[in-house]
């Protein structure tokens, strides 16, 4: 398989480059250095170059609260950009994977989110991410991959937050305990691409891994797997107000890719003790 992988220097991008040369593939990894989400001629020029028969799009502005401040390049590189790269790729008379998030959810729902639930973003990364998955979606052969809680080596994290500040001293931690999710490892989730690919599934899927916590549930693992006594209160997040709408509950059902890869999902605590022994 020949795969252009589209914000490739990022956390996601690094994971679905490693695991994918691990398989024998032909990869190309390019940064905003190389394809800019805003500048539609790069991603068409990167494609014209490398002529991949899948391009798995990493890329995205996800620093949520900037999202608020400034709309308009959220939603050019979010939205209308992958727009133009799901173009570009159809042209070639190639595949796009492009990678969603649970914000494209409200979160008042108590259940987990099935691939047909409603969409109802509350912020403006999770509206400027709809609109990429609904222009990725344009083209049938595309796929959307909604995941949540992403971390792992190479990239910014809540666990990365986390671990740093145990490093700095291990001060009393505030956390918010008012809003579930699953995290996600990210070498989990490229492995997880790969059999997508393989597949050659379309549509919307869901990843994610089970089961799901809170912010400070998952404040607590990473605590007691370094091996660190220190206080971590529960906040509500109205303790801690942000410029952008958090959904309460963004849990996703990962029930139809169980199906149809025909394994589970994996536990997310597996992929944080593999995660801290990479960055102890």
């Known amino acids: 398989m020949r795969a252009l992988v589209v914000g490739g220097t ?31 001629d790069t991603g068409e020029r990167a494609i014209a170059d490398f002529a991949p028969e899948l391009v798995v799009n990493c890329a995205a502005f996800t620093r949520v609260d900037d999202c608020e401040s400034e709309p308009e390049l959220a939603m050019a590189i979010n939205g209308t950009g992958v727009g133009d790269l799901a173009r570009a790729t159809s042209a070639a008379g190639a595949k796009l994977i492009h990678i969603s998030t649970d914000y494209v959810f409200d979160g008042e729902s108590a259940e987990p989110y099935d691939e047909a639930a409603a969409v109802n973003p509350r912020s403006v990364y999770g509206e400027s991410k709809l609109e990429g998955e609904r222009q990725t979606l344009r083209f049938p052969r595309n796929l959307v991959l909604r995941t949540s809680w992403l971390f ?34 990210a070498p989990y989730l490229a492995a997880t691409i790969w059999e997508l690919a393989a597949a050659d599934a379309t549509g919307v899927l869901h990843y994610c891994n089970r089961e799901a916590t809170t912010w400070h549930g998952f404040a607590l693992a990473i605590v007691r797997a370094v091996g660190r006594e220190v206080e971590i209160e529960a906040i509500s997040t109205e303790e801690m107000p942000r410029p952008a709408e ?19 999902v994996e536990p997310w605590q597996r992929g944080l003790e593999s995660y801290l022994e990479q960055v102890r």
């Open 152 to 185: 792992g080596p190479g990239g910014g994290s809540f666990a990365a937050t986390i671990v740093r500040l145990l490093a700095d001293g291990g001060q009393p931690l505030r956390v918010v305990a008012d809003q579930h999710g699953c995290p996600t490892y």
């Open 246 to 264: 958090r959904p309460a509950h963004s849990v996703l059902s990962v029930e139809r890719i169980e199906r149809l890869l025909g394994h589970p």
């Open 10 to 40: 990022g956390m996601l991008g690094q994971a679905v480059t490693a695991h994918w040369l691990e398989r024998g593939a032909a990869v190309l990894a390019v940064g905003s250095d190389r394809v800019d989400l805003t500048r539609p």
